[in-house]
């Protein structure tokens, strides 16, 4: 099933907003506000279960707005109509077990979006000339990727050989003096919201690039959010997610424990045991620009923070840019290097 928000003024696509966060009419600006919209995929979550088709399977859809047939692949939640550019919003992949609880909304438009990047490109300062003019952008796409959020308990403890050391001169002679401790430390932290993307297409590397997002701006999910944006159902449940946080997570508790252990020069870890167990996880849409830029018959892929604007990705790099970078810090190295030698009375060449 399709939802679209038609304008009740003059039943064009209403589409979301980052300006204002509310649903928006392009043709008359009549807006509409979106918290305590009613949540219109649960009156068919129950169709759902019963409709019959694989999941593996494509999926064909019929605009509303035009007719077009379009064909999405099994994971596409959201999308725009490629012949009349109309949202729509595949109700069956954000309902029942694929229903998000929680969303941060775009607060970056497009327009921001696409400046933001051009600009970040302009600082480029090792990559080619052409590819900083920033100009040759494919396109600016919105996208709500799927995120869990873990709610974690992590118990245990870590042992360390610390040391303490002491110079001091005794009549003629310089005494060093090591104090050898243990330390043990136990923990009992509770981790709240730690996010995992769950879209097999978004490279963590890349998402991990995008964080921090910032947890004060997340709402209710509402399906209207994802009016004129695309997006994904997850592809890996919690379950199969939880690895990856159970690994953050020791390492924040290893922070922690770090930040307890004050007054020694040298803080050697012997052991550490740590349990991890899984509170409570959600299931949210986080907003991201995918930014799909041509250069030198490659395609580059960044990704930029829909909320916070933090830009991700490798840009190309200019060979002969670093080249010159390098042969400047040899020069100077060497040209230092000859003053120091001049001034300790070393020969001039
Ligand atoms: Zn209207
Ligand atoms: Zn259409």
Redesign the pocket.
């Known amino acids: 099933m399709i939802i679209d928000y038609k304008?009740p003024?003059?039943a064009?696509n209403m589409v979301f907003d980052s300006d204002t966060g509310k649903l928006h009419?392009g043709?008359?600006d009549?807006e509409e506000e979106i918290e305590g919209y009613q949540k219109t995929y649960e009156s068919f979550d129950t169709k759902f279960h019963t409709a019959s088709y694989g999941d593996e399977e494509a999926r064909q859809y019929l605009c509303k707005s035009c007719g077009a047939v379009l064909v999405t692949d099994n994971h596409t939640a959201a999308t725009i109509c490629s012949f009349c550019g109309s949202p729509m919003i595949l109700g069956e992949r954000i309902s029942g077990d694929y229903a998000p609880t929680k969303v941060i909304p775009f607060s970056i438009s497009k327009e921001e979006a696409e400046k933001a990047f051009k600009k970040w490109c302009r600082k480029l300062k090792f990559s080619p000339k052409e590819f900083t003019q920033g100009n040759k952008i494919k396109e600016v796409v919105g996208m709500y990727v799927p995120f869990w959020l873990y709610d974690l308990r992590g118990q245990g403890e870590a042992q360390f050989h610390c040391t303490r050391t002491h110079i001091y001169d005794s009549g003629d002679e310089t005494i060093t003096e090591t104090r050898h401790f243990d330390v043990y430390r136990q923990v009992d932290l509770t981790l709240k919201d730690i996010p995992a993307d769950a879209s097999e297409k978004m490279a963590d590397t890349l998402m991990d690039a995008l964080e921090p997002f910032d947890y004060s701006g997340i709402r209710e999910f509402n399906t209207p959010y994802l009016a004129g944006f695309l997006s994904e159902k997850y592809n890996y449940t919690d379950k199969e997610m939880l690895p990856r946080v159970t690994k953050r997570a020791e390492q924040y508790m290893d922070e922690y424990v770090a930040s307890t252990i004050h007054g020694y020069e040298a803080v050697h870890c012997k052991g550490r045991d740590y349990h991890i167990g899984q509170l409570s996880s959600e299931y949210a849409l986080f907003p991201v620009w995918m930014v799909y830029y041509n250069y030198d018959e490659a395609e580059y892929t960044f990704a930029m923070n829909g909320q916070t604007g933090k830009l991700a990705g490798d840009p190309p790099r200019s060979i002969p840019k670093i080249a010159t970078s390098v042969g400047l810090a040899t020069v100077l190295f060497f040209l230092v290097f000859r003053i120091i030698t001049v001034l300790l009375g070393g020969p001039l060449l």
Do not use: P
Request: net charge neutral; with cysteine; hydrophobic share 10%.
């Open positions: 304008c003024n003059c064009a009419c043709s008359c009549y």
